[in-house]
């Protein structure tokens, strides 16, 4: 069986709406599938009026942080006219209009003005995130690639990695737990923790009533696959897997094979 629990429409980073990207996973023969956008569930308003012989997973991926570290988490199968869910949503939408603010700020030193104006001018722009400053500093001349800019301004650790003032972890898994859905860590390897640092993470997250990891998380060599596979197991988690799905590239994919989690509890 094919599935995708992680990906994103335009309204969040990724460049498809959600009925493209609903035909897309059709294509690929995906047979349960999940829109997770960051920090919100506009594209189920769209969805409503789309037929699709999908089964769908209304999902979200909330931004939090672990222990000042950028975490993310994703709620699957959450009902998305929850108020739990609608007010964390709230929450998270004014801090990433202030958080844009303060970005920003940060980069004028390197020659960065008018960010906000400039990314809020071009089209289909409905949350601003990193990577709407990432390519604005390509387009200056500023960063001479995505590598560059999330390498030296943006990503973690970085000058423009602000990620104070999101809810913070509990209330997140509270939100999702509320709402009905499973919170499941979005992408364990990407917080390049230490060993010891990511099981903490994962004794916190399950502390929390989290239930679930992702084991596939987009492209993935097998040796991160296995020990994702060993921690999933150690710990009693749930494993789901999703693409990570932002736009259609040589390199980004939609669709997992279940079988690179068999012999495990899923998700689904
Ligand atoms: P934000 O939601 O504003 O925190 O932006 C984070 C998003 O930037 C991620 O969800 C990715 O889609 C994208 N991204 C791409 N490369 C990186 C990177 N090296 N570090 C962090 N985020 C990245
Ligand atoms: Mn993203
Ligand atoms: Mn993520
Ligand atoms: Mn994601």
């Known amino acids: 069986m094919i599935v995708d629990l992680h990906s994103h429409s335009y309204y969040s980073d990724g460049t498809l709406s959600?009925?493209?990207?609903?035909?897309?996973?059709?294509?690929?023969?995906?047979?349960?599938?999940?829109i997770t956008d960051h920090d919100n569930v506009d594209a189920y308003h769209e969805i409503k009026i789309i037929q699709t012989k999908l089964t769908i997973i209304p999902g979200i991926e909330f931004s939090t942080s672990w222990n000042k570290i950028?975490?993310?988490?994703?709620?699957?199968?959450?009902?998305?006219q929850s108020e739990f869910l609608l007010r964390a949503i709230e929450y998270?939408?004014?801090?990433?209009?202030?958080?844009?603010?303060?970005?920003?700020?940060?980069?004028?030193?390197?020659?960065?003005?008018?960010?906000?104006?400039?990314?809020?001018?071009?089209?289909?722009?409905n949350q601003i995130g990193r990577p709407n400053f990432a390519n604005l500093m390509i387009e200056e001349g500023i960063a001479k690639d995505w590598n560059h800019a999330f390498k030296k301004y943006?990503?973690?650790?970085?000058?423009?990695?602000?990620?104070?003032?999101w809810l913070d972890f509990k209330q997140v898994l509270a939100a999702i737990i509320s709402s009905g859905g499973i919170p499941v860590l979005a992408h364990?390897?990407?917080?390049?923790?230490?060993?010891?640092k990511l099981k903490r993470l994962i004794q916190d997250f399950i502390s929390n009533g989290g239930?679930?990891?992702?084991?596939?998380?987009?492209?993935?060599?097998?040796?991160?696959?296995?020990?994702l596979k060993e921690l999933c197991l150690s710990f009693d988690l749930k494993a789901s897997l999703g693409s990570d799905f932002h736009s259609p590239s040589k390199w980004n994919k939609l669709g997992c094979h279940t079988n690179l989690v068999s012999g495990l509890k899923t998700v689904w």
């Open 188 to 196: 364990p390897l990407y917080y390049k923790l230490t060993n010891s």
């Open 18 to 34: 959600p009925k493209s990207l609903i035909e897309l996973a059709e294509q690929k023969g995906v047979e349960i599938f999940s």
């Open 70 to 80: 950028g975490v993310h988490i994703v709620g699957l199968n959450v009902d998305t």
């Open 154 to 165: 943006l990503g973690a650790g970085k000058v423009g990695d602000v990620k104070n003032g």
């Open 211 to 227: 239930e679930a990891m992702e084991v596939i998380n987009g492209f993935q060599n097998p040796q991160k696959t296995n020990y």
């Open 92 to 125: 998270q939408k004014n801090t990433r209009l202030k958080r844009a603010e303060l970005i920003a700020k940060k980069l004028e030193k390197y020659g960065l003005f008018g960010a906000i104006e400039k990314i809020t001018k071009k089209v289909n722009i």
